[in-house]
């Protein structure tokens, strides 16, 4: 930047901070740029319920890093939208931004409406999940892709996390290819990389601090307890791996019969509003027992460190930071296909990707990687080898930074 230059002032705009891949993705991008160049702040939305914690503090937003509240931008629809959409625009125009940038569906229609109001030259819309799934309800479906279609018409870029991702705005009609980037999450990969080095003995240690058994063969769930994340799909393959009768397909003989003497535990990690049906659930398929519920946990790392198998049973997602840090720990996964999984999975080689809410697929495939510590062995390295510095906060910030300065020199 020339001498005396000031920074450019931007905003991004973000609903929540809860845990997750979007908020830890906003947080690394607006710490890491360049302070010479980008002054930056944050507007973040509020959200009702006492499950919901603040992440301000647990992610570390640094002090430089001007912090707006939005309280009736809220993630589900409701009566605040107005109020919503007319203190955007005012921040907006107070703040005299020169780029937007949004993240998520509802801040990003919001937020991208506000600042097309306040004549901001430059909206960003950061796509972190799918704002219109197949999986979701159709009404909703239906609404968010005819909204996102019209917003797209003004939106000058978008940023996925996913190439998967971006395809299926570009075939809903929601924008154009020369209009999208596709930029990985940054992840601290060097803590994940380092906890999958862990010994036998340290691994044993953080088992006994749960209360699993050092012998057990463990499956980690690891993502914020909400319906999208479909938890219950994960116990009921959970049971069937067990053995409790669940339905017809129950008892297996690829999941149950044959077993190399470790017996299947289950570790969910993670906070959020789903905690108490999915504890209820446990005890309800017989396995309450075998399943450890962590809570939020800052040492994530060590989570996926102590475990086996990583499993992921999301009904949509972008791209899916956990199974970016279960090869960089080493360790195998299985997923349901959903959006980006086959991005990191590569099938009999890392993990395996099967249909969704296909339960019988993965009980099958987490029977089958209880009786084979050799094969968890294989998939584990084969998981690591493909992780490269592509995913890395660094790049990730460095990617910002650079298209931000093309836009704006555009």
């Known amino acids: 930047m020339p001498q005396g230059q000031r920074p450019t002032p931007i905003l991004h705009i973000i609903t929540r901070l809860a845990n997750g891949g979007a908020a830890e993705n906003t947080i690394y991008s607006v710490n890491g740029l360049d ?58 125009r107070t703040g005299g931004y020169r780029i937007v940038h949004t993240h998520g569906a509802k801040a990003g229609i919001l937020g991208r409406m506000a600042a097309r109001k306040e004549g901001v030259p430059v909206l960003i819309n950061g796509i972190h999940g799918h704002s219109f799934s197949p999986q979701m309800n159709p009404l909703a479906r239906v609404v968010y892709r005819s909204i996102e279609k019209r917003v797209a018409r003004y939106t000058t870029h978008f940023v996925s996390v996913g190439d998967d991702l971006r395809q299926q705005y570009l075939t809903a009609g929601v924008g154009t290819p020369e209009r999208f980037s596709v930029i990985h999450s940054g992840m601290e990969l060097d803590r994940f990389i380092a906890a999958g080095g862990m010994g036998e003995a340290r691994r044993a240690e953080i088992r006994a601090e749960l209360g699993v058994p050092a012998e057990a ?175 890395t906060v660094e790049a990730m910030v460095e990617q910002i930074d650079q298209l931000y300065q093309r836009l704006l020199g555009r």
């Open 35 to 92: 302070r010479s160049r980008w002054a930056v702040d944050v507007a973040i939305g509020g959200e009702p319920g006492a499950d919901e914690t603040d992440q301000v503090e647990k992610l570390a937003i640094a002090g430089d890093v001007t912090v707006h509240r939005i309280p009736s931008l809220v993630r589900n629809p409701g009566p605040g939208e107005v109020r919503a959409l007319s203190n955007l625009r005012r921040l907006i």
């Open 217 to 391: 063969v463990v499956y980690a769930n690891i993502s914020r307890m909400e319906p999208r994340k479909g938890h219950r799909y994960f116990l009921e393959a959970a049971a069937q791996v067990v053995g409790t009768p669940t339905g017809p397909q129950a008892g297996s003989a690829s999941a149950t019969e044959v077993s190399d003497g470790r017996d299947p535990w289950f570790v969910i990690v993670g906070d959020g509003p789903e905690e108490s049906a999915l504890r209820r659930q446990a005890q309800e398929l017989g396995i309450g027992h075998r399943v450890v519920f962590t809570g939020y946990r800052g040492d994530v790392e060590n989570m996926f460190a102590m475990s086996d198998v990583v499993v992921l049973t999301s009904l949509w997602e972008g791209l899916p930071r956990v199974l970016v840090q279960a090869a960089a720990t080493g360790r195998p996964a299985i997923s349901f296909a959903c959006d980006g999984a086959g991005e990191v999975i590569e099938n009999d080689e890392n993990g395996w990707v099967v249909p969704m809410r296909d339960v019988a697929a993965v009980a099958n495939r987490m029977g089958q990687l209880r009786c084979e510590p050799e094969l968890r062995r294989h998939m584990g390295e084969a998981g690591r080898a493909k992780v490269n510095t592509s995913w």
